[in-house]
């Protein structure tokens, strides 16, 4: 009966496996979870921040990295501890509809036109990002939208309506995903897309595209940190996320964030002091 | 392309340095979708063997929705595995939802329909041909049932195999359940999912590449296992 002792060999291993799974699981007691953005993670700013707020804590930051649309929902829903997003006018609707206590500016960085380089629609040229818009619109040349109620969806969106333009038709594609991977299908269909800088300097797969155009005001972007109502939620980890959002808008943490670069370049730039 | 070559160079680097990270992101890849798989197949085998041997008001239903669940797409198992564990749901209270068992809850629910309904398929037929045998025996049909998983042994090992490579290689539920959190809930899909969000192509392929590596290997020493065992009992 080989086959039978195998069996329950293998039995106890998975069981044991199961169990090393939970007593991993129940070593590790201070930590908050954190809904954020996917360009706060895909762009390495948490891997170099982080470690230090831990050092300094002890408290460790599981970071869930979504579209800013879905890091609201988690919060409300009482499944994040803290929130670190880009969208100031959800951020401040969040406040007023009472799911958060504070709200604070925490960094920004910009966002940026990407396209194809022989630039069809000749926005390099634009004076502005509204006649950077409008003249992607006039071309019908093709353009790659998140689609997905993002952040930098919501930009591109106002941004659109600034321009006087309602975006559809063949040439406007909502993708619905990431910005990762609306960049990797603006690249294969040398399609036109917005992104934010950080993405797009930790990005590899770029192609034939490059920044066509940035540096206007209306495509500043800014993040912030939010303090979840304990009214709401009494079971978060409250005093450890106040920790947390403090550290952020601290000296210290402040910082941090500026001295972290990818390639040269700084990615954000700390400004806890604003509005 | 020049980038599909390097893939192969990356996986193998990554195999050969032995990278830490990328350890943790294996063994837990294996931890989550192995205890699945145990689980579905103890809840699995005799469920399917079950259904197999007795005849039931709403029999024929149970088959259909047993084998309608085994194209259940992952996403919406997450979906439902989420809402449930969620804080503002039903088991929020356990506080499970971004960890390792959230995934294995979700993994359960997406491999057990598949186990249960082809450990059906298998031990009806194998009743079918000893049902008169075993009756003459006056043994019972819940005493019968052990007696016809371990005689279709063979055709089920295929089956559990099938379920872990289900469990290994989805990535829709473990994302929503587990959220990727670096060091936490990241496993070999979704680290896959994040590296080709970053554009890092060559290194999300070395990384499938690996996965598909290890489920072979899985696979192969089933196969021995099995091969051995035939040999040893004829």
Redesign the interface.
């Known amino acids: 009966m080989?086959?039978g002792r195998?069996l329950s060999a293998l039995?106890g291993l998975?069981?044991a496996?199961?169990v090393?799974?939970?007593a991993s699981?129940n070593e590790?007691e201070q930590f908050i979870?954190l809904a954020s953005t996917?360009s706060t993670e895909?762009s390495g700013l948490?891997?170099a921040i982080l470690p230090q707020f831990e050092e300094k804590t002890g408290i460790e930051v599981?970071?869930?990295?979504v579209g800013t649309g879905q890091a609201f929902e988690l919060a409300r829903?009482?499944?994040a501890d803290s929130l670190l997003v880009h969208d100031t006018t959800g951020e401040k609707a969040f406040v007023e509809e009472g799911y958060a206590t504070e709200r604070q500016p925490v960094m920004y960085n910009d966002f940026v036109l990407i396209g194809p380089a022989d630039d069809p629609a000749d926005i390099a040229n634009a004076e502005s990002v509204e006649d950077a818009f409008s003249r992607i619109a006039d071309t019908e040349a093709p353009f790659a939208s998140r689609g997905d109620d993002s952040g930098t969806n919501r930009a591109e969106l106002r941004l659109w309506e600034a321009a006087g333009v309602e975006p559809g038709g063949e040439w406007y594609r909502e993708l619905g995903s990431?910005?990762?991977?609306t960049?990797?299908t603006a690249?294969g269909m040398d399609a036109y897309v917005m992104s934010d800088r950080a993405t797009w300097v930790?990005?590899?797969?770029?192609q034939d595209l490059d920044i066509l155009f940035d540096g206007d005001e209306a495509l500043f972007n800014q993040y912030g940190s939010l303090l979840l109502s304990e009214e709401r939620?009494p079971?978060?980890k409250h005093d450890l996320a106040q920790q947390w959002h403090e550290w952020l808008i601290s000296e210290a943490g402040q910082q941090a964030i500026a001295e972290y670069e990818l390639d040269g370049e700084q990615l954000f730039f700390p400004n806890a002091d604003a509005d | 392309m020049l980038s599909e070559d390097n893939a192969f160079i990356t996986a193998l680097q990554l195999i050969l340095s032995l990278d830490q990270t990328l350890v943790g992101i294996v063994s837990l890849s294996m931890q989550v979708s192995l205890t699945a798989v145990l689980i579905a197949s103890v809840l699995g085998l005799p469920l399917g063997a079950a259904v197999a041997l007795w005849r039931f008001p709403g029999r024929g239903l149970v088959i259909v929705v047993l084998n309608a669940f085994m194209g259940l797409p992952p996403v919406v198992a997450g979906l439902v595995v989420y809402l449930l564990l969620s804080r503002a749901g039903p088991l929020g209270e356990l506080g499970l939802l971004f960890t390792p068992s959230a995934m294995v809850i979700a993994q359960v629910l997406l491999i057990l329909p598949i186990i249960a309904a082809l450990t059906r398929q298998h031990t009806e037929e194998r009743w079918e041909e000893y049902r008169e045998q075993l009756t003459s025996f006056r043994v019972s049909r819940l005493r019968s049932i052990p007696t016809l998983l371990w005689d279709a042994r063979f055709a089920l090992m295929t089956v559990i195999l099938a379920g872990f490579g289900r469990a290994s290689a989805e990535v829709g539920a473990v994302m929503i359940v587990g959220g990727n959190i670096d060091g936490v809930t990241r496993v070999m899909t979704t680290a896959i999912v994040l590296e080709t969000n970053k554009g890092d192509l060559p290194l999300a392929l070395g990384l499938g590449l690996i996965l598909l590596l290890l489920v072979a290997l899985i696979n192969a020493g089933a196969f021995l296992i099995s091969e051995e065992a035939k040999r040893r009992l004829g």
């Open positions: 080989t086959t195998l039995t998975g069981l496996l199961a090393t799974t939970q699981a590790e979870t996917t895909q948490f891997e599981r970071v869930v990295a829903r009482g499944d990431g910005m990762g991977p960049l990797n690249a930790a990005f590899d797969n770029r939620h079971d978060l």
